[in-house]
């Protein structure tokens, strides 16, 4: 099966690409290369160009009228960075995705596979989060990712659309044969950090919150093997239209974690155990917009996708301390 990946130079995306091959599939990569590097396209089918660009994803379609579904993965992803820069956000996160779209219908490629996210759901008592749960988005980031899930929904009722919309949760880790990872020149997220401290590169971790009502007060997420995360967009696209014929529906959300909720402290004392040695860690207030925290109810995912995580937390953070003495050779810069 041919699959266009949209941001398939980025970290999500050059993954998936690798599962799809693995499974038999061929990827074909539409790509800005807004932030994603170029070497993380390797040798595939790639477009460098713009997911609003309709005569651009005319041109793949029609040079690959085998093309059977889109992974919808391009947009722009710091949350920090969407407050600062609201319009960019809104334009390319849900502008362009809507010109993709409208063009996908057109060109009779209706099947759409889209990334959304964890940091959609409100928090709850026991933080456990089913799909039918109540939302909150609080970035402008996160209010993309709901505006599209609701447009989705919108064109799958009315139009040949359709639509199985992925929440994601805490992806970490690499690609397993350390060719593709996190790239960020400072990765601002938990996992990155640790890697940074053990590796000497900042002076301590910082633990961001610490009275958080968690066990131990401090935040909870659900980490994924971002392989374990590949390989469900795999399953998602084989079995595309039997997940909406199973729900009897033009369109599904979907979590894609682990089941599992794993607090800062307890991941940090994982790394350790991984890394062999302890980390310095430093206590801080939260940063302005940090979120308590979800992990996800899988029923779902293992239902309809008969999909569930085969890696561990351990086998995540070697797999990320193993990028982090990589990465270089692939990125030119540490
Ligand atoms: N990384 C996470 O923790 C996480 C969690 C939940 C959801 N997601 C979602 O997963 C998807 C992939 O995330 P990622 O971490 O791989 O991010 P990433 O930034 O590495 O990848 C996004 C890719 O999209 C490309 N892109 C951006 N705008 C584009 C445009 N207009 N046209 C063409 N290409 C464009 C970028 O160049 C980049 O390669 C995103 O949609 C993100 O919102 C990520």
């Given at each position: 099966?041919?699959?266009?990946?949209?941001?398939?130079?980025?970290?999500i995306?050059?993954?998936?690409?690798?599962?799809?091959?693995?499974?038999g599939?061929?990827?074909?990569?539409?790509?800005?290369?807004?932030?994603?590097?170029?070497?993380?396209?390797?040798?595939?089918?790639?477009?460098?160009?713009?997911?609003?660009?309709?005569?651009?994803?005319?041109?793949?379609?029609?040079?690959h009228?085998?093309?059977?579904?889109?992974?919808?993965?391009?947009?722009?992803?710091?949350?920090?960075?969407?407050?600062?820069?609201?319009?960019?956000?809104?334009?390319?996160?849900?502008?362009?995705?809507?010109?993709?779209?409208?063009?996908?219908?057109?060109?009779?490629?209706?099947?759409?596979?889209?990334?959304?996210?964890?940091?959609?759901?409100?928090?709850?008592?026991?933080?456990?989060?089913?799909?039918?749960?109540?939302?909150?988005?609080?970035?402008?980031?996160?209010?993309?990712?709901?505006?599209?899930?609701?447009?989705?929904?919108?064109?799958?009722?009315?139009?040949?659309?359709?639509?199985?919309?992925?929440?994601?949760?805490?992806?970490?880790?690499?690609?397993?044969?350390?060719?593709?990872?996190?790239?960020?020149?400072?990765?601002?997220?938990v996992?990155?950090?640790?890697?940074?401290?053990?590796?000497?590169?900042?002076?301590?971790?910082?633990?961001?919150?610490?009275?958080?009502?968690?066990?131990d007060?401090?935040?909870?997420?659900?980490?994924?093997?971002?392989?374990?995360?590949?390989?469900?967009?795999?399953?998602?696209?084989?079995?595309?239209?039997?997940?909406?014929a199973?729900?009897?529906?033009?369109?599904?959300?979907?979590?894609?974690?682990?089941?599992?909720?794993?607090?800062?402290?307890?991941?940090?004392?994982?790394?350790?155990?991984?890394?062999?040695?302890?980390?310095?860690?430093?206590?801080?207030?939260?940063?302005?917009?940090?979120?308590?925290?979800?992990?996800?109810?899988?029923?779902?995912?293992?239902?309809?996708?008969?999909?569930?995580?085969?890696?561990?937390?351990?086998?995540?953070?070697?797999?990320?301390?193993?990028?982090?003495?990589?990465?270089?050779?692939?990125?030119?810069?540490?």
């Amino acid at each position: 099966m041919k699959v266009l990946v949209t941001g398939g130079a980025g970290y999500i995306g050059s993954i998936t690409a690798k599962a799809l091959e693995e499974a038999g599939h061929t990827p074909v990569i539409l790509d800005s290369l807004l932030s994603g590097p170029r070497a993380f396209v390797r040798n595939r089918i790639f477009y460098a160009g713009d997911i609003a660009d309709r005569a651009l994803v005319r041109r793949v379609v029609h040079d690959h009228p085998d093309i059977e579904a889109t992974i919808h993965m391009a947009a722009r992803i710091v949350v920090p960075e969407s407050a600062q820069l609201p319009y960019e956000y809104y334009r390319d996160n849900v502008a362009k995705s809507l010109e993709l779209f409208d063009e996908l219908v057109a060109l009779d490629r209706p099947r759409v596979l889209f990334s959304s996210s964890a940091s959609l759901y409100a928090v709850k008592d026991d933080f456990e989060v089913t799909e039918d749960d109540p939302l909150a988005p609080s970035s402008p980031y996160a209010r993309t990712k709901h505006m599209m899930e609701q447009v989705l929904q919108d064109m799958a009722v009315a139009t040949d659309l359709r639509a199985v919309i992925l929440r994601y949760f805490n992806p970490i880790g690499s690609d397993p044969d350390l060719e593709s990872g996190i790239y960020a020149r400072e990765p601002s997220h938990v996992l990155g950090q640790l890697v940074m401290a053990a590796r000497g590169l900042k002076d301590s971790f910082t633990v961001t919150g610490v009275d958080h009502p968690t066990r131990d007060g401090t935040g909870i997420r659900d980490y994924i093997h971002v392989w374990d995360l590949a390989r469900a967009h795999v399953r998602a696209v084989e079995r595309f239209d039997d997940v909406l014929a199973a729900c009897d529906a033009p369109s599904v959300v979907i979590n894609v974690g682990t089941g599992a909720g794993i607090t800062v402290r307890e991941l940090v004392a994982s790394f350790e155990q991984v890394f062999g040695r302890s980390v310095p860690v430093t206590e801080a207030p939260p940063r302005l917009g940090d979120a308590v925290g979800a992990f996800a109810n899988v029923d779902r995912s293992a239902r309809l996708l008969g999909w569930h995580t085969e890696l561990s937390l351990a086998d995540a953070i070697a797999s990320a301390l193993a990028w982090g003495e990589k990465r270089e050779e692939v990125l030119g810069y540490e």
